[in-house]
Each structure stands twice: as structure tokens, then as C-alpha cells.
């Protein structure tokens, strides 16, 4: 069982940056895929980006060229740059992990992005 934690969200106004960070609580965090979703009020959750273990990147449409994903084996960490933040960036984030048949998930992160 792996254990995802996140981090970093809070409270900033539009156009700012935060930086989100889930660590795990595993040695062998470096086989896993992982993956930033976020799920707005009355809405589905949706894929952020991703970050495969080879580092292969993809990010959703709606956050490429704003949002950075990366990944430090080291420390078991994965972590989101947000930037130019939008008041529909505004949601809860899930870090995610992936490996074979096993998928875990974090509790949540809250965003919001609020004047």
C-alpha cells in the first residue's frame, strides 16, 4: 500500500503561481507512473498532466504552457508548477500513482484562485 500526500495549495489571486507537491510513501517510487487531477465544484474530475517513470510528459489543454510537471526519485516527490493561475484553475488537486494494477490516490489538495 502507497500512501500519496499532497501539499501547497492555498489561496492566490489570478495571474499567480503555486507550486503542488505529493509525496510517497514508498522506496520504489521511481516504477510508478504518476498523474495531477483535479476536480472542480459540481463537477468531474479531470486529467491535469502526467509524468511517466521514463519522464515522459503530458499536460491537458487547458493548463499546457502554464503548468509544469516533475518528478524527484530521490525524494519520493512529485511536484506542479502552476503559473498565470485562472479563476477556473480553482479545484480540489489529486495526486495519482500507477503501476501495473495497482492505483493510488491522495486526499486533495485545495486550489482556489479568487481576487
Known amino acids: 500500500q502507497v500512501q500519496l500526500v499532497e501539499s501547497g495549495g492555498g489561496l492566490v489571486q489570478p495571474g499567480g503561481s503555486l507550486r503542488l507537491s505529493c509525496a510517497a510513501s514508498?522506496?520504489?517510487?521511481?516504477?510508478?507512473?504518476m498523474a495531477w487531477y483535479r476536480q472542480a465544484p459540481g463537477k468531474q474530475r479531470e486529467l491535469v498532466a502526467t509524468?511517466?517513470?521514463?519522464?515522459?510528459?503530458f499536460y491537458a489543454d487547458s493548463v499546457k504552457g502554464r503548468f509544469t510537471i516533475s518528478r524527484d526519485n530521490a525524494k519520493n516527490t512529485m511536484y506542479l508548477q502552476m503559473s498565470s493561475l485562472k479563476p477556473e484553475d480553482t479545484a480540489v488537486y489529486y495526486c495519482?500513482?500507477?503501476?501495473?494494477?495497482?492505483?493510488?490516490w491522495g486526499q486533495g489538495t485545495q486550489v482556489t484562485v479568487s481576487s
Open positions: 514508498t522506496s520504489i517510487f521511481s516504477i510508478y507512473d
Open positions: 509524468i511517466t517513470r521514463a519522464r515522459i510528459t
Open positions: 495519482n500513482a500507477r503501476f501495473t494494477n495497482d492505483n493510488y
